[in-house]
Nanobody, 121 residues
Framework: VQLQAFGGGLVQAGGSLRLSCADS????????MTWFRQAPGKEREFVAA????????YYADSVKGRFTTSGDKAKQTVYLEINALKAEDTAAYYC???????????????WGQGTQVTVSS
């Protein structure tokens, strides 16, 4: 498995979590590391993305101001800092690697396993 996502858990509303995604494959500046999430019965949705080259970040409107993605290129690991958690953030969170930025899950072929985030109210 090329991408390993971890760091999920059960958190109270208003709390914080930091998810990590470790990449064991080759990484280039053109690569984009993207976070998606999928709640039960819902489609997988874009959350945030980080382009290694230049460090550009992108966020879904629903998480702007609460989620922050960052990366450590030396460790080939990206992070998703989640603050002020809400019940609607409950989902399995996935990381994916692509050669270009896209908000569509179908454009990504390299995926990590999901890590579950559950927010209790």
């Amino acid at each position: 498995v090329q991408l390993q996502a971890f760091g999920g858990g059960l958190v109270q509303a208003g709390g914080s979590l930091r998810l990590s995604c470790a990449d064991s494959g080759r990484t280039f500046s053109s690569h984009v590391m993207t976070w998606f999430r999928q709640a039960p019965g819902k489609e997988r949705e874009f959350v945030a993305a980080l382009r290694w080259g230049g460090g550009n970040t992108y966020y879904a409107d629903s998480v702007k101001g609460r989620f922050t993605t960052s990366g450590d290129k030396a460790k080939q690991t990206v992070y998703l800092e989640i603050n002020a958690l809400k019940a609607e953030d409950t989902a399995a969170y996935y990381c994916a690697k692509g050669s270009s930025y896209s908000r569509s899950p179908s454009t990504y072929v390299v995926w990590g396993q999901g890590t579950q985030v559950t927010v209790s109210s």
